[in-house]
């Protein structure tokens, strides 16, 4: 067979996981290329809050936070449950503290600790992330990093197959280039970090049924090519039930209300101006009892809370472009946002009765931030989304894709949302915060650092 290119690692895909292979395949000593189909690239890395946490980073030691990857492990499989890769949850947790470091001192991602208050599924504060809450600046972090060590990123360029010799083996990729109808690549290795599946309707509508009716915010990109790819090669599948939803994007702005405010203590109410569920299951797992409400959700917080959220550049500017209703009272609040008064003064109260700690909740809510809500009081109408799949390709701790047998497809790694993740088996009340970043920049990493030491024998 001829190729066009050749290379010692082709990475498929540039987000936060490709990009991270590609840098860690490079400082391995290894040559890389990263082919990108989208004519810009990014994934989901780019829309995220570029948060990842890291258990025992010196960071946390200078602000007094006792933490270890043995408490992230057990925070992790705490809110996932049982699932098919716990081990790794364990190698990335272990591996959490020096993902870090390396981001921060090696790529140059700027980072820092979010020591403020803890985020859904850690028991301490972990979460580490660019003071603007932003994963587009991690992204441009990674990207400088990359192109700095004067690797390739060819975006426009999708991988329509995998190629394989006379015995089976991987030995590249047919692509089509630009300009041209298509090219082969000759790769010594492959890492698939095209992420998940959220963005093929068929393949959400087998896999995850209860949010297919949730409009879908991810990446585009996210096609499941790497599902696809997989089980054409025999390759194992896990988790593939799991999803990371969002249930509270603002309507019609299509920008995500900080789930800040309700950690902080707001709550969710339906047209009717009700509760219908404990907002503490957290902005993922919440995303299902919203859809299944069937009807317009609003979200409510006070200005104690707005002033906290104030921080983050993202809800800055949506309440800079109007994107939420005021009113000192709740009364004055309703009828700006079409709901009933009464009932609405009523949830409020009752919600203020059990923060409060004078009566328990109705819904069994434990955290109520800094709730009771106290006037001036703000909302706005939002509707639950899908973020991205976390099922995907059965991995081993360096990152090989597996065969249903157990088995390691030569020359084949996969992470990110291409890869299974730790969030569990099924739906998505198991997301914890930043885990879908930590599988793909943890994961790409690892599936990089291990190409190159293989090539080096």
């Known amino acids: 067979m001829n190729f ?24 391995g000593g290894a040559s890389v290329m990263v082919v990108e189909k989208l004519d810009r690239a990014g994934g989901n890395t780019a829309l995220s809050t570029g948060s990842l946490p890291g258990a025992g980073t010196r960071y946390q030691r200078e602000r007094g936070i006792d933490d270890s990857p043995e408490r992230m492990i057990e925070d992790l499989l705490r809110t996932a449950g049982p699932h098919d890769v716990p081990e790794i949850t364990q190698v990335l947790a272990y591996e959490s503290a020096d993902l870090i470091e390396w981001l921060m001192q090696k790529v140059g991602a700027r980072m820092r600790l979010i020591h403020e208050y803890k985020h859904i599924g850690h028991s301490v504060p972990r979460l580490h992330a660019p003071d603007s809450r932003r994963g587009a ?47 082969s690549i000759r790769a010594r290795k492959l890492v698939l970090a095209t992420n998940g ?53 603002a309507y019609p702005h299509g920008s995500l ?16 101006a009700e509760r219908f569920g404990h907002e ?13 409400q069937a009807c317009d959700v609003y979200a409510i917080f006070d200005q104690r809370i707005c002033d906290i959220t104030m921080g983050e550049i993202d809800f800055r500017e949506q ?26 003064e009523r949830t ?4 203020n009765v059990a923060a409060r700690g004078t009566a328990a909740d109705a819904f069994a809510r434990k955290d109520f931030g800094i709730a ?9 109408r939002v509707v639950p989304g899908l973020f991205h799949t976390q099922g995907g390709l059965l991995i081993d701790k360096q990152a090989h894709v597996l065969r249903r047998d157990g088995s390691v497809i030569a020359h084949l790694f996969a992470g990110g949302g291409a890869a299974a993740g730790i969030c569990g088996k099924s739906g998505a009340r198991g997301y914890a915060s930043g885990a879908g970043l930590l599988t793909a920049v943890g994961l790409g990493r690892i599936a990089g650092r291990t190409a190159a030491a293989e090539l080096r024998g």
């Open 4 to 27: 066009d290119v050749e290379t010692d690692v082709l990475v498929i895909g540039a987000g936060g996981c490709g990009l991270a292979a590609a840098v860690a395949a490079h400082d």
């Open 137 to 183: 600046d991690l992204f441009d972090d990674l990207v400088r990093a990359v192109e700095s060590r004067g690797v390739p990123i060819a975006v426009g360029n999708p991988v329509r197959e995998l190629l394989a010799d006379s015995r089976g083996e991987l030995i590249g990729a047919r692509v089509e280039g630009q300009g041209v109808t298509s090219y």
């Open 197 to 249: 599946y959220a963005g093929n309707r068929d393949l959400v509508q087998r896999h995850c049924p209860e949010i297919a009716g949730a409009e879908y915010f991810g990446s585009r990109g996210s096609e499941g090519e790497a599902v696809l790819w997989g089980e054409k090669l025999g390759a194992g599948l896990g988790n593939m039930a799991a999803y990371q939803g969002y249930a509270a994007v």
């Open 257 to 272: 209300v900080s789930w800040t405010t309700v950690e902080k203590g707001g709550i969710l109410v339906n047209a009717r």
């Open 280 to 292: 503490d299951t957290g902005y993922s797992g919440y995303a299902r009892d919203v859809l299944a």
């Open 319 to 344: 309440m800079a472009l109007g994107g939420f209703k005021t009113a000192s009272s709740a009364r004055e609040l309703a009828p700006l946002l079409g709901l009933d008064a009464s009932v609405l």
């Open 348 to 351: 409020i109260e009752a919600y």
């Open 372 to 380: 009771p809500l106290v006037p001036p009081l703000y909302g706005c």
